[in-house]
């Protein structure tokens, strides 16, 4: 082989490389804001995806854009969040959505997925089956420091857990609007969250939430 064929195929193979290191951050579309069923219908509805017959269809990124923005997105053109925050503090609890294709973080000022890194971490972050199957789990996480003047009223982590009380929730009736199941958890693997999703000292996984399309 001449030294011109190996050089361009040295070029070509560094490109590959290159492109499949390439981070892959993802604009989400606009949320759905109006329509769907009435609040007071999702809340006689409202229930947890059941452990013995999870739904694992996929969800589009229309309908994980309206998700995370329920559970943490700007309204008010923009003045406000979908939840309450101590203080009027921006959001203090990040949400991370595992998902087969990689790992994202929700940035909410951009309403935009964040790649953390583009390995399926489904098998790393739990032990359960069906949680390992589903097609998307939101981890929320919080980070004392994000609270500022606030922290001391955080013992606990009490502040962050109402937030995330109030995201879930939030959750569970946009999700449901759209077909979608979810279902709030406080067992997962800590030691697997903390690698895969590359969380400093200081922040710490509070819940999880799998989510998965109804038939
Ligand atoms: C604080 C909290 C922790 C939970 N942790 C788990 C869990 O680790 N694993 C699980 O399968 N379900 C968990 N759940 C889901 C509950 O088991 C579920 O909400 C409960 O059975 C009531 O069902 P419903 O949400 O349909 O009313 C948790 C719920 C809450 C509120």
Avoid at 25 to 32: E, S, Y
Avoid at 70 to 89: F, I, M
Wanted: charged share 20%; aromatic share 8%.
């Amino acid at each position: 082989m001449s030294r011109k064929i190996i050089l361009c195929m040295s070029i070509i193979m560094c490109c590959v490389v290159a492109a499949g290191a390439a981070w892959a951050d993802v604009k989400l579309p606009d949320p759905k804001r109006g329509g769907g069923d009435g609040i007071f219908g999702l809340l006689e509805k409202r229930a947890s995806g059941t452990r013995g017959d999870f739904p694992k269809n996929d969800i589009s990124l229309d309908e994980l854009s309206t998700i995370l923005w329920a559970a943490t997105g700007l309204n008010r053109d923009g003045k406000g969040w979908t939840v309450p925050t101590a203080g009027g503090k921006s959001p203090y609890v990040k949400i991370y959505a595992v998902k087969p294709d990689g790992v994202f973080l929700y940035d909410w000022k951009e309403h935009s997925l964040v790649e953390i890194s583009n390995k399926n971490a489904l098998g790393e972050i739990t032990g359960d089956g069906f949680v390992k199957e589903s097609p998307c789990v939101l981890v929320f996480v919080t980070d004392a420091g994000d609270l500022g003047s606030m922290a001391s009223l955080n013992a606990g982590n009490s502040l962050a857990y109402i937030a995330t009380g109030a995201m879930t929730q939030n959750i569970y009736l946009a999700a449901d609007s759209l077909g979608i199941s979810g279902r709030y958890m406080v067992s997962f693997n800590g030691d697997g969250m903390k690698n895969e999703l590359k969380l400093r000292d200081g922040e710490t996984p509070l819940c999880i939430m799998p989510l998965g399309k109804r038939q």
